[in-house]
């Protein structure tokens, strides 16, 4: 099939990339020159792992192709995939401005039947505005579908190509007849397709994350309690994960959630229930007390120093809201580095992957180092943010020769209390006893 993918972030490009990979003919519209340039030669804008081994397969087959022009791919392509942002509004409410100005542009240009196949996060009742503008341009007919994505960042490639399912929001069989036809390769593998109405398609999307949101939440607000009565909260973890009715997955305690999906759609299904006078009182506590957890180790810090940050060095290691990932948005080490900073403190940071976006987010405010081991010279303690591998088994005696103090903050939960406890540091970690020295 020939398919149109408009937007290529990282929803659009794996998108469009694995949807080559089935065999079909893709073409990806952006508006950034730029980017899709470095598309034509070859360059993943973006970073998602194993990404660019399929890319580089489908270009080579010449089954995808790049454009700044929309009307190229919909003279030749019946089905279009919206992958567009959806950011949240000052009032949390999801944006959908961009959403409406390519349909628009679909009513405007389009000359025969398409299927426009809404990808992105999208308040209920959006598929109705889409149909809304698109019919107000032309009286060709045309569908409007539901498809919303489950893509975990930094496992994207495989959860497109592994779904659990394939969930297609449409009243119309015609098109339910073509989106099983491009799903066709996951079906054969027993993956299902779960079809809907567009309504409840567009709020399943939004309830899964604000669920997992919540699961999320929960865990560290048992954690926070576990710390305040002596129990370890790894055992509550396991202990409750292995209840099927529960799982344990999203059990993993921390310093809160970030990213692109979970805060802003937590916001607007907030929003959305305040709009037809609901109110998610159990979201609204979600949102407030992950605010809280993402700067959760300044206080413990400032304790540990003395109870003043003023001109104290602190060294973090990760930047990216978590691992495999250099997405930055909602990241709790911009929280902790804004609470740091206006407390007196210097903070000097590595990441493997998302120090460029930091920079551009932030400039100056925070030194950047060249690897995990030389910003420890002279800092006064370490705090852990990212998960990132490279930091899971590090060499216990470089952190103490380079650090000021042997302290570890971790956010992350990385690191084995016996471990760090024989190696003489203190320790502190998210729900579990703080380790002290020749305690």
Known sequence: MNIAIVGNGKIGLVTGTCLADFGNHVICVDIDQKKVEMMRNGHVPIYEPGLEEVFLRNIKANRIEFTTNIKDALDVCDVVFLALPTPPGEDGSADLSYVISVANQ???????????????????????????????KTSIEFDVVSNPEFLREGYAVQDFMKPSRVVVGTSSQKALDIMNRIYKPLTEDGIPVIPMDEKSSELTKYAANAFLATKITFMNEVANFCELVGADVDKVRLGMGSDDRIGNRFLFPGIGYGGSCFPKDVKALVKSG????????????????????????????????????????????????????????????????????????????????????????????????????????????????????????????????????????????LYDLDVLEEKGFFYKSIGRKTVLPNA
């Open 106 to 136: 679909i009513g405007e240009l389009m000359t025969n039947y398409k299927v426009v196949v809404n990808k992105s996060t999208v308040p209920v009742g959006t598929a109705d505005k889409v149909r809304e503008v698109i019919a107000s």
């Open 274 to 413: 305040r709009q037809e006078n609901y109110q998610f009182k159990v979201l609204e506590a979600v949102e407030n007390v992950n605010q809280a957890q993402k700067v959760i180790m300044v206080p413990a810090i400032k304790d540990y120093l003395g109870g003043s940050l003023q001109g104290k060095r602190i060294a973090m290691w990760g930047l990216a809201f978590k691992e495999n990932t250099d997405d930055i948005r909602e990241a709790s080490s911009l929280d902790m580095i804004e609470e740091l900073t206006a407390q007196g403190a210097s903070v000097i940071a590595y990441d493997s992957a998302a120090m460029s976006n930091v920079k551009r987010a932030i400039g100056d405010l925070i030194e950047y180092g060249d690897d995990m081991y030389s910003i420890l010279d002279g800092a006064d303690v370490l705090l852990v943010v990212t998960e990132w591998s490279e930091f899971r088994n590090p060499r216990y005696d470089v952190i103490a020769e380079k650090l000021k103090n042997k302290a570890i903050f971790d956010g992350r939960n």
